[in-house]
């Protein structure tokens, strides 16, 4: 008798990474057909609706097929690659295209054999959120030359990296069916390299155990080249190629890149922003309203608490006294601390806060918030928003610290922007605009006098929070920054 061993591909399914999220764009793939991969490699990298995760494959095997090229948006629980898995086995052909593999025959009635003694068993302990795989007492296998983790560096936010990084994608780049190693690198080096358009199979590492630091991605950065036209005509092409022939009558001028559109394509944190605000738009009533405040006593705090040596290495701005404020306010009115449940009609009043900060990101619009920031100390507080601005910046915001949120403060101040008509999360009944701080005339103890000023801005949802409530947070916010110390006389 025969025994037959079973070479069939384990297909591997986009897992939910976000606690809810229906789909993730495929950022960039590690492994290509024919690569061995082990129980914990990492082999892709998606960016879902909240953040960018890395995916590690759960199990040992081959690389058969990559079902979907980068930049592909997949629905959770679609497979995205095939390993072989029989111990041992020889890889099958890789195919010429992983758009799509095709199905492996199967005996019509032959009967499923045992597993090898040698394999790893099935059941083992999630390694990702919204996995749901079984548990067992197996071991899962250590990753191999993983370096101790470094301290990040800050993250260029804005200008040309990004720019360029969308341009590669629109063009194109990738190195699909290319077999290399990974290189070895931080995931805050990893987004680095993205931004800015570098390929990290390219830089030779200097780092210890051979990982890649953020100076080698800097170093291989070459100076920009132009841009190669999106449609040009025959003459465009005839007059690169002689530089020297005369030019009779000068081409029709497109713009600064030689290219009259550029289109991004709306997805990952941006298209989740999108639909959020739309829906928040359209479904809660907005109402602003606004306040303009004397915050030189609120300034004058700010700089006494920064030589204080209880603060000392903490992030002291007028952002944590203007949270503060707010925290103050809601334990004073807590009603305004609440959210409308349509389905059950119902007003849901929270007490606690997770304090929303609305951060700018290459990535887009994302609002981590501080859970529980009702119970923190003025240095706890200050703390939290150190770590959380940080966290964004270097694109490390996890899908966790984007939920649950019950109110938000975001400073359009920091754009030299005096105020706004913010939008609220959905789930949330008030969201705080606060405005640049400015010096400007003001009347002060009878006479006008230069006085540090601010506008604030209070939207909220009008279902369940009223004018009164609404005006009564927003006064006693602005009192507070006006009159530092009732932050200890009204707490």
């Known amino acids: 008798m025969t025994t037959m061993t079973d070479t069939s591909p384990r297909e591997f399914k986009m897992p939910d990474v976000g606690e809810g999220l229906t789909e993730a764009e495929i950022l960039k793939w590690y492994v290509q057909p024919g690569d061995t991969v082990t129980d914990g490699q990492i082999v892709c990298e998606v960016e879902t609706a909240k953040a960018a995760v890395e995916l590690?494959?759960?199990?040992?095997?081959?690389?058969?097929?990559?079902?979907?090229?980068?930049?592909?948006?997949?629905?959770?629980?679609?497979?995205?690659?095939?390993?072989?898995?029989?111990?041992g086995a020889a890889p099958a052909e890789p195919e010429p295209s992983a758009a799509k593999p095709e199905p492996a025959a199967k005996p019509a009635a032959a009967p499923k054999p045992a597993a090898p003694a040698a394999k790893k068993p099935e059941g083992r302990?999630?390694?990702?959120?919204?996995?749901?795989?079984?548990?067992?007492?197996?071991?899962?296998?250590?990753?191999?030359?993983?370096?101790?983790?470094?301290?990040?560096?800050?993250?260029?936010?804005?200008?040309?990296?990004?720019?360029?990084?969308?341009?590669?994608?629109?063009?194109?780049?990738?190195?699909?069916?290319?077999?290399?190693?990974?290189?070895?690198?931080?995931?805050?080096?990893?987004?680095?390299?993205?931004?800015?358009?570098?390929?990290?199979?390219?830089?030779?590492?200097?780092?210890?155990?051979?990982?890649?630091?953020?100076?080698?991605?800097?170093?291989?950065?070459?100076?920009?080249?132009?841009?190669?036209p999106v449609a040009a005509a025959p003459a465009a092409t005839a007059t690169t190629a002689a530089p020297a022939a005369s030019v009779t009558a000068p081409a029709p001028v497109a713009s600064y890149d030689g290219a009259r559109e550029t289109r991004v394509p709306i997805k990952g944190v941006r298209k989740a922003t999108a639909a959020a605000m739309v829906g928040s738009a359209f479904t809660a009533p907005h109402v602003t309203e606004f306040v303009t405040v004397d915050v030189?006593?609120?300034?004058?705090?700010?700089?006494?608490?920064?030589?204080?040596?209880?603060?000392?290495?903490?992030?002291?701005?007028?952002?944590?006294?203007?949270?503060?404020?707010?925290?103050?306010?809601?334990?004073?009115?807590?009603?305004?601390n609440a959210s409308w449940d349509e389905a059950a009609q119902e007003i849901v009043v929270k007490h606690y806060v997770n304090l929303g900060i609305a951060a700018a990101t290459p990535?887009?619009?994302?609002?981590?918030?501080?859970?529980?920031?009702?119970?923190?100390?003025?240095?706890?507080?200050?703390?939290?928003?150190?770590?959380?601005?940080?966290?964004?910046?270097?694109?490390?915001t996890s899908p966790a610290a984007m939920q649950g949120g019950t109110v938000t403060i975001t400073n359009v101040g920091v754009f030299g922007i005096d105020t706004g008509t913010p939008i609220l999360n959905p789930g949330e009944s008030a969201i705080l605009a606060v405005g640049s701080i400015k010096l400007q005339p003001w009347v002060h103890k009878g006479k006008v006098k230069p006085r540090q000023v601010t506008t604030l801005a209070l939207s909220f949802d009008h279902r369940l929070v009223d004018g009164e409530l609404g005006s009564k947070v927003l006064s006693d916010v602005a009192a507070i920054l006006e009159q530092p110390k009732r932050l200890i006389t009204w707490a």
Not at 57 to 66: E, F, H, K, N, T
Not at 368 to 395: C, F, M, W, Y
């Open 296 to 336: 030189t006593r609120t300034m004058k705090l700010v700089e006494e608490l920064k030589q204080d040596k209880e603060l000392a290495g903490l992030r002291v701005n007028p952002l944590l006294l203007i949270a503060k404020a707010l925290l103050v306010a809601i334990r004073r009115n807590p009603e305004i």
């Open 363 to 396: 990535r887009g619009l994302i609002v981590p918030n501080i859970k529980d920031a009702h119970a923190k100390t003025l240095p706890q507080l200050a703390e939290s928003l150190g770590e959380l601005v940080a966290t964004a910046r270097e694109g490390r």
């Open 56 to 87: 590690p494959i759960p199990y040992d095997g081959v690389v058969r097929a990559l079902h979907f090229p980068e930049g592909t948006t997949v629905d959770v629980g679609t497979s995205i690659i095939a390993v072989d898995v029989a111990g």
């Open 125 to 228: 302990k999630p390694v990702l959120v919204g996995y749901g795989v079984a548990e067992s007492s197996t071991k899962r296998r250590p990753r191999k030359g993983v370096p101790a983790a470094a301290a990040p560096a800050e993250d260029t936010l804005y200008g040309a990296s990004a720019l360029q990084s969308v341009q590669g994608e629109l063009n194109g780049h990738g190195q699909h069916g290319v077999t290399v190693a990974r290189p070895l690198a931080k995931p805050p080096v990893r987004k680095l390299a993205k931004d800015l358009g570098v390929d990290l199979a390219t830089i030779t590492p200097s780092g210890p155990d051979g990982i890649i630091t953020r100076e080698d991605v800097h170093a291989a950065v070459a100076p920009p080249q132009a841009p190669e």
